[in-house]
Protein backbone atom coordinates (compact mmCIF):
# COMPACT_ATOMS: atom_id res chain seq x y z
CA UNK A 1 0.00 0.00 0.00
CA UNK A 2 1.58 3.54 -0.63
CA UNK A 3 0.41 5.75 1.83
CA UNK A 4 1.59 8.99 3.03
CA UNK A 5 2.96 8.95 6.98
CA UNK A 6 0.88 10.18 9.78
CA UNK A 7 2.70 13.09 10.35
CA UNK A 8 2.37 13.83 6.00
CA UNK A 9 -1.15 13.34 6.82
CA UNK A 10 -1.39 15.86 9.98
CA UNK A 11 1.22 18.41 8.66
CA UNK A 12 -1.20 18.88 5.42
CA UNK A 13 -4.00 19.16 7.67
CA UNK A 14 -2.06 21.77 9.88
CA UNK A 15 -1.16 23.97 6.83
CA UNK A 16 -4.47 24.10 5.85
CA UNK A 17 -5.67 25.43 9.04
CA UNK A 18 -2.61 27.88 9.23
CA UNK A 19 -3.35 29.12 5.78
CA UNK A 20 -7.24 29.27 5.92
CA UNK A 21 -6.11 32.31 8.00
CA UNK A 22 -2.49 33.39 6.34
CA UNK A 23 -2.10 36.53 8.52
CA UNK A 24 -2.80 35.52 12.13
CA UNK A 25 -0.03 34.15 14.48
CA UNK A 26 -1.16 30.66 15.62
CA UNK A 27 -0.07 28.88 18.34
CA UNK A 28 0.29 24.87 18.76
CA UNK A 29 -2.14 24.70 21.68
CA UNK A 30 -4.91 26.82 19.45
CA UNK A 31 -4.27 23.80 16.39
CA UNK A 32 -4.26 21.16 18.73
CA UNK A 33 -7.32 22.57 19.83
CA UNK A 34 -9.00 23.13 16.23
CA UNK A 35 -7.46 20.18 14.80
CA UNK A 36 -7.58 17.49 17.23
CA UNK A 37 -4.04 16.38 16.26
CA UNK A 38 -2.35 15.75 19.73
CA UNK A 39 -0.43 18.50 20.63
CA UNK A 40 3.51 17.04 21.05
CA UNK A 41 2.55 15.91 17.45
CA UNK A 42 1.53 19.72 16.22
CA UNK A 43 4.53 21.07 18.43
CA UNK A 44 7.25 18.50 16.52
CA UNK A 45 5.17 19.55 13.14
CA UNK A 46 5.59 22.92 13.52
CA UNK A 47 9.16 22.71 14.14
CA UNK A 48 10.00 21.02 10.85
CA UNK A 49 7.58 22.94 8.56
CA UNK A 50 9.81 26.43 10.41
CA UNK A 51 12.82 24.65 9.69
CA UNK A 52 11.93 24.00 6.05
CA UNK A 53 11.14 27.58 6.19
CA UNK A 54 7.23 27.19 5.33
CA UNK A 55 6.62 28.54 8.27
CA UNK A 56 7.85 31.36 10.81
CA UNK A 57 8.34 30.96 14.04
CA UNK A 58 7.40 34.00 16.45
CA UNK A 59 9.04 34.03 19.67
CA UNK A 60 7.64 35.26 23.17
CA UNK A 61 4.38 36.58 24.02
CA UNK A 62 1.87 36.69 21.66
CA UNK A 63 3.85 34.36 19.56
CA UNK A 64 3.73 30.99 17.54
CA UNK A 65 4.13 30.49 13.94
CA UNK A 66 2.57 32.07 10.32
CA UNK A 67 3.16 31.42 6.39
CA UNK A 68 6.13 32.03 5.30
CA UNK A 69 4.89 32.36 1.95
CA UNK A 70 1.64 32.65 -0.10
CA UNK A 71 -0.63 29.59 0.03
CA UNK A 72 -0.42 29.43 -3.69
CA UNK A 73 3.38 29.38 -3.68
CA UNK A 74 3.23 26.82 -1.28
CA UNK A 75 2.28 22.65 -2.46
CA UNK A 76 1.56 19.49 -0.92
CA UNK A 77 5.19 17.77 -2.17
CA UNK A 78 6.95 21.06 -0.29
CA UNK A 79 4.63 19.86 2.96
CA UNK A 80 5.40 15.90 2.37
CA UNK A 81 8.98 16.53 2.00
CA UNK A 82 9.35 19.46 5.09
CA UNK A 83 8.36 16.26 7.27
CA UNK A 84 9.39 13.07 5.89
CA UNK A 85 12.49 14.06 3.33
CA UNK A 86 12.09 13.56 0.13
CA UNK A 87 9.40 11.41 -1.82
CA UNK A 88 10.60 7.96 -2.54
CA UNK A 89 8.20 4.96 -3.34
CA UNK A 90 11.10 2.46 -2.94
CA UNK A 91 14.63 2.08 -1.60
CA UNK A 92 16.25 1.74 -4.77
CA UNK A 93 15.51 5.27 -5.61
CA UNK A 94 17.39 6.78 -2.87
CA UNK A 95 21.02 8.83 -3.36
CA UNK A 96 23.02 5.85 -2.21
CA UNK A 97 25.38 3.68 -4.67
CA UNK A 98 24.54 0.67 -2.99
CA UNK A 99 20.73 0.29 -2.16
CA UNK A 100 20.64 -2.88 -3.08
CA UNK A 101 22.20 -6.29 -3.61
CA UNK A 102 19.71 -7.14 -6.98
CA UNK A 103 20.42 -3.08 -8.70
CA UNK A 104 22.91 -4.63 -11.19
CA UNK A 105 20.29 -7.31 -12.73
CA UNK A 106 17.02 -5.30 -11.57
CA UNK A 107 14.35 -4.64 -14.18
CA UNK A 108 12.13 -2.48 -12.19
CA UNK A 109 14.55 0.45 -11.23
CA UNK A 110 13.81 2.73 -13.78
CA UNK A 111 10.34 2.01 -13.92
CA UNK A 112 9.90 3.06 -10.08
CA UNK A 113 11.81 6.33 -10.66
CA UNK A 114 9.04 6.88 -13.10
CA UNK A 115 6.24 5.77 -11.15
CA UNK A 116 8.09 7.63 -8.07
CA UNK A 117 8.53 11.03 -10.27
CA UNK A 118 4.65 10.99 -11.63
CA UNK A 119 3.48 11.22 -7.52
CA UNK A 120 6.25 13.47 -6.99
CA UNK A 121 5.02 15.47 -9.99
CA UNK A 122 1.22 14.89 -8.43
CA UNK A 123 2.07 16.36 -5.25
CA UNK A 124 3.92 19.19 -6.28
CA UNK A 125 0.86 20.35 -8.70
CA UNK A 126 -1.46 20.76 -6.27
CA UNK A 127 -1.37 24.08 -3.78
CA UNK A 128 -1.96 24.20 -0.55
CA UNK A 129 -4.77 27.03 -1.39
CA UNK A 130 -6.61 24.35 -3.11
CA UNK A 131 -6.91 22.43 0.35
CA UNK A 132 -8.51 25.56 2.07
CA UNK A 133 -11.11 25.97 -0.41
CA UNK A 134 -14.21 24.53 0.13
CA UNK A 135 -16.28 23.36 -3.18
CA UNK A 136 -19.75 24.92 -3.23
CA UNK A 137 -21.42 21.77 -3.00
CA UNK A 138 -20.22 20.75 -0.08
CA UNK A 139 -22.51 19.57 2.73
CA UNK A 140 -21.11 18.13 6.18
CA UNK A 141 -22.58 14.61 6.64
CA UNK A 142 -25.78 13.93 8.36
CA UNK A 143 -25.31 12.84 11.88
CA UNK A 144 -25.59 8.97 13.10
CA UNK A 145 -28.82 10.34 15.03
CA UNK A 146 -30.37 11.74 12.54
CA UNK A 147 -29.99 9.17 10.30
CA UNK A 148 -31.58 6.71 12.63
CA UNK A 149 -34.68 8.73 12.90
CA UNK A 150 -35.05 8.72 8.95
CA UNK A 151 -34.93 4.82 9.31
CA UNK A 152 -37.27 4.94 12.37
Not at 13 to 29: F, G, K, Y
Not at 75 to 87: C, K, L, M, S
Not at 106 to 128: F, G, H
Request: charge should be negative; hydrophobic fraction near 40%; include cysteine.
Amino acid sequence: MIKLSNLADYAVVLMSNIASCPDDIHTALALNAETRVPLPTVSKILGKLAKANLLVSHRGVGGGFSMNDRKENITIADIVEAVDGPVQLTNCLSDEDDCCDYEPVCMTRSKWDKINKAVYEALNTVPLSEMVEQPYDFFPAPSYERLRKNKG
